[in-house]
């Protein structure tokens, strides 16, 4: 059968013009101002910037969502007191789509347009675009991604999530607590997450004597069909099958596929956003016993001592009422992060940048989420920028999450450490590696 | 090694049937309009979404479900057809640039519609086929292989044996002559819109139970179509079956027995290879390249 096509010829200007047309379109749209400015000399603005839409929105916009809550009811208790004064805070966001470009026309826009006191950030892929404003500007920024750290990075924090050095803790919790699984497989996207987030896993795995049957499978980003990762990822037979820092849209399918081709084993994930749906997609008995690192803030155990986030129970339970069904990992970290940026601020008597930065440093500890922590990270990130202390171990447990111990990476670290750096030098994940 | 094999040959014709159904559609809005439809994928996407707006908040039958989408996507086709297409029918730059906007705009509207994150779509059936303890098939993925053999069986029979086929025929293959016989063009390129809107829409929703339903789901799915279209022959329906079974099976064998990652590029260097040793594709001829 045979269907001629009917492209007539088109010039080469017309093609370049048709274009670049497009693309100023394209960036005249992005560079439009989010919101109409304030004048209020009593408001911080904290800018947002992350991806709100695009594949990877949902580690961005949920956080969003929680600092909203948060700025309500900081704001609601008499706001930031600096120097005696009581200040306001509002978000100004700009979606960066994950787009390195669109990032440092964001992070310029709300440093001279907005007037921004403090920028957060997801981090990874964007990090490279707006470094350079940071160099230029001294704004403080954070990123939930410590591998964006480096000596260079001197107004770069990662205040609250420590990916993916977290993860040795729930493969220390799984050796101990079923001695009995001793061969792992693994799989990953092939992207700035997954590898660092691979060499951490090896290093775990070895640690804790669990053999790994094979290489670490990676996958494109792009794939839809995940039947054959798992198809190979069951052929061992290994006893634990590990899907490394998958993004909730592959760790959905890859279940429900080691579900429909009988997968019976043990499976340990850095998260597992939206584990409700799963246990719809597959059964409440496939689940058990799943273990991964983000627990929901209506653990019991997220109101005990020693846990620093303000009133955990209650954030999830009023992000719950407005945003139903859209806790995940990132909703409250954040929110975290900003009780960090209040405290230093607070402490400073001052919301500039330099100055809030030396007093959250100042002696070497602070207040983390999950408990006191230090400063950190000069072996693996080339400078002590990254807040490490305890994380908690998550098990599904009849249909909900629960956490089971609050473990040390430090601790770990110290009997692990040059472990983990070889793993990290072989995936070329160290700092000095990076390019 | 048998039992992998085996697996990996069913997971391969799954594969293989999902993508068949984009790239025909693909291919014939290519060969009837001349027009490259960058909003394919999103065509896609949108059948997707229907079973999310359907079934998943409704619960209304899958099966009407599919056949809403079907309709509905098609009827998109038609939309695009009246207001970009016809109006640039000279301008084929003109029709693949307004549908790199198309693209945009259904990617808001699904992101406002619906929101950002993976909308989350219930099992049609969780019954598996057990040929032995290792060797198992959905009967999920069943559905998608045995509806891409109807869809694209029942497309055969139109365009062979009804008037309507052989006017689609006629004017893709010369339009002058055709119009001269008394064939519509605005009727044909109608047609051929709706019927490869359509079927890129029945696969998304065929495979929406199977995928991460997601505003921007539509981008792998138009770049495996795109290597199909060009490994088969631009404008040939059978070459972009027989380059979609092809790339199927390539690109699962590989994935199963090295990575994902190889995978993709072994996809790209069978196209390389292909436009190296005939450019017109397998069954493409050099009047359509």
């Not at chain 1, 998958?246 to 499976?267: A, M």
Request: net charge negative; aromatic share 10%; with cysteine.
């Amino acid at each position: 059968m045979n269907l001629k096509s009917m492209i007539t010829g088109l010039s080469r200007r017309g093609f370049l013009g048709s274009v670049a047309s497009f693309a100023g379109v394209s960036t005249l749209g992005a560079s439009l101002p989010g919101r109409a400015l304030a004048a209020d000399d009593n408001v911080i603005k904290i800018g947002f910037l992350a991806p709100l839409t695009g594949a990877v929105a949902a580690w961005g916009k949920p956080g969003l969502d929680g600092c909203q809550i948060w700025a309500e009811w900081v704001n609601k208790a008499g706001g930031i007191n600096i120097d005696g004064t009581a200040h306001t805070v509002e978000f100004v966001s700009y979606d960066n789509e994950y787009d390195p470009a669109k990032a440092r026309t964001g992070a310029t826009k709300l440093i001279r347009e907005d007037g921004v006191k403090f920028i957060m950030m997801l981090g990874g892929d964007t990090w490279p675009g707006v470094m350079p404003v940071a160099e230029q500007t001294g704004m403080l920024f954070s990123t939930l991604l410590p591998s964006d750290l480096s000596p260079d990075t001197t107004t770069l924090i990662a205040p609250a999530e420590v990916h993916p050095v977290y993860n040795v803790t729930g493969v220390e919790w799984l050796a101990e607590n079923k001695p009995e699984l001793k061969t792992a497989v693994m799989c990953a996207q092939d992207d700035a997450l997954g590898l660092p987030s691979v060499a951490t896993y090896l290093a775990a795995f070895e640690a804790a004597g669990i053999e790994m049957l094979d290489e670490p499978l990676l996958f494109d980003p792009a794939t839809t069909d995940f039947a054959p990762v798992v198809t190979r990822l069951m052929s061992g037979n290994p006893d634990i099958i590990c899907l490394d820092t998958c993004y909730s849209d592959y760790v959905h399918p890859i279940c429900e596929q080691l579900f429909q081709q009988g997968y019976k084993g043990q499976i340990i994930s850095c998260t597992a956003d939206f584990y409700d749906q799963m246990i719809e997609k597959t059964s409440k008995e496939f689940m058990e016993g799943f273990i991964f690192q983000f627990p929901d803030f209506d653990d019991p155990a997220m109101e005990a001592e020693g846990i620093n986030f303000k009133h955990a129970n209650a954030f999830y339970a009023e992000y719950a009422k407005r945003f139903p069904g859209q806790w995940g990992a990132v909703s409250w970290e954040y929110a975290a992060v900003m009780d960090l940026w209040k405290a230093a601020a607070e402490t400073a008597g001052s919301t500039e940048p330099d100055a809030v930065l030396t007093a959250m440093l100042d002696d070497g500890k602070g207040m983390h989420a999950f408990g006191e922590a230090d400063w950190w990270g000069k072996d693996l990130f080339g400078i002590d920028h990254a807040l490490v202390g305890n994380w908690p171990v998550v098990v599904i447990e009849d249909g909900k999450a629960h956490v089971k111990a609050l473990k040390s990476i430090p601790a770990w670290y110290d009997k692990h450490g040059e472990l983990l750096k070889k793993y990290m030098s072989d995936y070329g994940q160290m700092w000095n590696q990076r390019t | 090694m048998f039992d992998l094999l085996a697996q990996t040959v069913l997971n391969a014709c799954y594969s293989a049937s999902y993508i068949s159904l984009v790239a025909v559609g693909l291919v014939l809005i290519f060969g009837v309009m001349g027009i490259v439809n960058f909003a394919h994928g999103e065509l896609f996407m949108v059948g997707a979404y229907v079973v999310v707006a359907l079934y998943s908040n409704y619960d209304i039958p899958y099966v009407l479900v599919a056949a809403i989408g079907l309709v509905f996507v098609g009827c998109i086709g038609l939309l695009m057809e009246r207001t970009m297409f016809r109006p640039l029918r000279d301008n084929p730059l003109g029709g693949l640039v307004a549908s790199i906007g198309f693209l945009m705009i259904l990617q808001a509207l699904a992101s406002i519609t619906f929101g950002v994150r993976m909308a989350f779509v219930p099992p049609v059936t969780q019954d598996v086929i057990e040929f032995t303890d290792k060797i198992r098939l959905p009967l999920q993925r069943l559905y998608v292989i045995l509806a891409a053999v109807g869809f694209l069986t029942a497309l055969w029979l139109f365009l062979t044996r009804t008037r309507f086929g052989w006017a689609l025929r006629a004017s893709a293959q010369d339009p002058e002559a055709a119009a001269l016989q008394g064939i519509s063009i605005t009727q044909t390129a109608k047609i051929a819109m709706f019927i490869g809107a359509a079927l890129a829409g029945v696969a998304g929703v065929l495979t929406a139970p199977l995928i991460s339903v997601n505003p921007h789901m539509g981008h792998s799915v138009i770049i495996a179509a795109f290597i199909v279209v060009i490994v088969g022959g631009v404008g040939s329906l059978e070459g972009a079956v027989v380059a979609s079974i092809a790339y199927a099976f390539v690109h699962t064998f590989v994935t199963t027995f090295f990575d994902g990652v190889i995978a993709d590029i072994t996809g790209l260097l069978l196209m390389l290879l292909v436009l190296i040793v005939k450019p017109t594709g397998l069954f493409g001829t050099a009047d359509r390249a």
